[in-house]
């Protein structure tokens, strides 16, 4: 079985390793005609990261992709291994994957080991990979991992901010409480919904085992939401105060 | 044995069985029948562990272990397999999750399976076959066949069905099978389950259901019996009767055995007319 996976993971790389052709293609378009005077190096660091991030989101997105586009689900729990095996053997390849490209970007970038970084790419795979399960189309998967990393960007500093008005902390500006609320807030819900069809998944249309997801997730992304909606201007407004 | 004990099981709110209780000795082969939608297949699938009770327990034999889903060989109508891999890559995961180092290939060298081909590329009786032999590598105990031998030809079917037999004769294997047509298959069949509503409405030995339901020719419906179904002609009408109990007042009337395919095409008629 983790053969199968690993198979699949480099299959998913290797459609977004496509974007690499983004690299040669920038660096003559500057050449030839826009003349910015980009360097390859720049080029290939931008894009390298792009598509680190859309690997992270697309290896998460597509965890049960061969079973949806094969209709091999009822295979699959046919089969006598564990549905936590399954998962296992299903995020393993695809994590060590991600590490890899992020060892490589962060070598070839001269950062060192950009520890935030990787928490962000674990992040977008997590959440895409606790999509997976509920959202039939690859890129509306995707779009959904966006978006939700889109709200987990403007909940950090206004859960940074919460915390600070209720005098949790002395400093606005200390982000990693923001970014753990957030990535708790955002992600747990997710993830707890996934990790409960997974546990009970069966071989019957997907959209009468989503339950999970409409009592955990939906009810805490409205919640963040609306700390969004009521806190992320008085944020705006501190931070324009203290600069 | 095989024992179903107060299951219960739904799509959502439409409830499939409540409280449906079955037992099926280590050994038996039974079918499995009712009008399209019954519950079937999901029946078959509950067993086999891909769908799960919402209450209620499925006991399986002691020898089939702690994993029961290593001794089961389950063919859905879905016929669900990896299908962007090849016949080989397939036959190499099944090999890898099962331990095994290889398969006798035997029945896949009978088709015109090629290994490289994309079981997306094999037609319905292919798929089958691919299957069957995937299956039958694992020596299973318990084999769950759902309604696949109508779409396959008749080759395949003859192969398809030597193998079952020689597999029953081998290892006195238990077998589950859910069918609408069953002139191939009726000389295995032990006992016959009909399934209506969710619950078992006829669960009889065959030969018993043989000579317990029959075809009155008759110009009127018999008295004293319960009719199943019936058919009407200009010249004469046909009733099907169960349970049949020979009537000596009956007059001008020729009574019929049945096949299996005509006494389940009653059951189900007589529901249709229901």
Partial sequence: MLRKEFRDALRRLAECLVLLVAVP?????????????????DIWSAVFAVTVFLFAAYAGASLFLAEKKDRALEYLL??????????????????????????????????????????????????????????????IGVLGVFLLFATFSLSSPTLT???????????????WIGWTAAGVLILGPFAAAFLLVIRNLQAMPLRLQMRPYYRLALPSFLVVIFLILKFFGDYLAAMKRMN | MLSIRDMHFSYGKRSV??????????GQICLLTGINGVGKSTLLRLIAGVLRPKKGTIVYPETMGDEPRRKIGF??????????????????????????????????????????QRVKELSTGQRTILHLNMILSLD???LLIDEVIHSIDAY??????????????????????ANLNFHDIEALIERVILLKSGTIAVDEPIETLKEKVKKIIAPAPPAGLTILSQRAFPDRSEFYVYPYVENTSLRDIEVVDLNLTEIVAAFIGGEYAA
């Fill in chain 1, 25 to 41: 293609l920038g660096y003559f378009w500057d050449r030839a005609l826009v003349h910015f005077g980009w360097r390859f190096a």
């Fill in chain 1, 78 to 139: 046919s089969l006598p291994v564990s549905r936590s095996k399954i998962v296992l053997a299903k995020i393993g390849p695809r994590l060590a994957i991600l590490a890899g490209l992020w060892g490589v970007f962060s070598v070839l970038g001269g950062r060192a080991w950009d520890w935030s970084l990787l928490v962000l790419l674990l992040f977008l795979f997590f959440v895409a990979a606790s999509l997976s399960i509920a959202i039939d189309s690859v890129v």
């Fill in chain 1, 161 to 175: 901010f919460i915390a600070w008005k209720l005098g949790l902390i002395s400093s606005i500006s200390s982000v």
């Fill in chain 2, 17 to 26: 069985y409540s409280d449906f209780n079955l037992d099926i000795p280590a």
């Fill in chain 2, 75 to 116: 063919i859905s109508d879905q016929l669900s397999l990896y299908e962007s891999l090849t016949v080989n890559q397939a036959i190499r995961f099944h090999c890898d999750v099962f331990g095994l180092d290889r398969i006798d290939d035997r029945l896949i060298r009978h088709t015109k399976i090629e290994g490289g």
């Fill in chain 2, 140 to 142: 299973p105990e318990l």
């Fill in chain 2, 156 to 177: 395949l079917r003859r192969i398809f069905l030597e193998e079952l037999i020689a597999l029953i004769a081998r290892k006195r294997v238990t077998v589950l099978m």
